[in-house]
C-alpha cells in the first residue's frame, strides 16, 4: 500500500512562496508513476477543496482558477516525489495542504482519491 507524507509546510508573509513536498513510500512492485496526484486543501471551517493536479508522467498539469499563474505543481518519479511549488501566497491561502494519489485518473474530487497524506499546515499571513 503506498504511502504519502507532505512536508514543506510553514509560515509564509503574503506574496512570499513555499514549496510543498508529497514523497510516497511502499509502492514496491508497482512503480510510483503508476499514480496520478492532486493536491487539496482545507482551510479552518470550510470544506476540503482541489487545488490541482498532476497525471502519470507529469505531462499533464490541472489548476483551479484560484491557483493559476501562482502554483506549479511537478513530479519526479525517480524520486517518489511530487511538488507544489506556491508563489504570491496571499492569507486565503491558508489551509492544510493534503497530497492524494489515484491510479486510475488525476483525483479531482474527495471520491476519486486512493490514498491521501497526513497533511501539511500553511499559514500566510498579511
Known amino acids: 500500500q503506498v504511502q504519502l507524507v507532505e512536508s514543506g509546510g510553514g509560515l509564509v508573509q503574503a506574496g512570499g512562496s513555499l514549496r510543498l513536498s508529497c514523497a510516497a513510500s511502499g509502492v514496491s512492485g508497482r512503480t510510483f508513476s503508476s499514480y496520478a496526484v492532486g493536491w487539496f486543501r482545507q482551510a479552518p471551517g470550510k470544506e476540503r477543496e482541489f487545488v490541482g493536479g498532476?497525471?502519470?508522467?507529469?505531462?499533464?498539469?490541472y489548476y483551479e482558477d484560484f491557483v493559476k499563474g501562482r502554483f506549479i505543481i511537478s513530479r519526479d518519479n525517480a524520486n517518489n516525489t511530487v511538488y507544489l511549488q506556491m508563489n504570491s501566497l496571499e492569507p486565503e491561502d491558508t489551509a492544510v495542504y493534503y497530497c492524494?494519489?489515484?491510479?486510475?485518473?488525476?483525483?479531482?474530487?474527495?471520491?476519486?482519491?486512493?490514498?491521501w497524506g497526513q497533511g501539511t499546515l500553511v499559514t500566510v499571513s498579511s
Open positions: 492524494a494519489a489515484d491510479k486510475n485518473r488525476v483525483p479531482m474530487v474527495i471520491g476519486h482519491v486512493e490514498v
Open positions: 498532476i497525471s502519470w508522467s507529469g505531462g499533464r498539469t
